[in-house]
């Protein structure tokens, strides 16, 4: 199995004149510090990849010890494009990706392990909230139906951390293929249900702490999250 973390975006909103996974939490670790150290409790480090593009030599010459795939049109194309740009370097090969802004609890990932045994396709979910900025699903008979920020009447938030299984892989990046530039990945994930009828459950990780750092407000919730 192989990881990405998404780390190519100017991340804008939080105002950083660096790249958003270098935010320094209150415990003074980085978003992608505390990212690489919850997932090497259960992972190799060897099998992370990070997707890079702005400033990408700050990030590179952090975290020495991963893969790197460089999307050098970062600043005029979305998630879409920057997952598709390392998974079509893998070959029937299960993925599970996160955001580079998400903090979380590494515990979360123990909900999770049963699923990717099993090779299942799965988006984590919360679903004590509903926020209208957020990426939100609906579901048919248990699976994910919609998944997008305009989605209404929406049961829960995607919280940024994902899995294609092997056999699902090839079907996604066919789907990421063709959605535009500025898309983000859950469109993919939605052309592959409607068009190639792909399972793909909502895993609820709403006991576990996660945010996705998008703004000052986020990073005061992320820090307010450590110390509990």
Known sequence: ?????????????????????LTTLDDGKSIMERQIDNITQYFDIN????????????????????????????????TSKSLLKVLKKFKNEPVLWFNGDVVFDAKLLSELMPTIKEDKSFVAVNTS???????????????????SKVVKNGLGEAVGINFISSGDLQSFVNRLEEVDDNDYFERGLEL?????????????????DCIEVDFKEDLANANQLLKK
Not at 56 to 64: G, P, S, T
Not at 192 to 208: C, G, V
């Open 1 to 21: 199995m192989k990881i990405v973390i998404l780390a190519a975006g100017i991340g804008s909103r939080l105002g950083n004149p660096f790249p958003k996974p």
């Open 47 to 78: 099998d992370i990849f990070i997707v890079v593009g702005f400033k990408k030599e700050l990030i590179m010459e952090r975290f020495d010890e991963v893969a790197y795939v460089y999307n050098p049109l970062f600043d005029c194309t979305n």
């Open 129 to 147: 909230r509903v926020s209208d900025e957020e990426v939100k699903y609906t579901l048919t008979d248990g699976y994910i139906d919609e998944l």
């Open 192 to 208: 592959a249900i409607q068009r190639d009828n792909l399972k793909i459950k909502p895993i609820d990780i709403s006991k576990y």
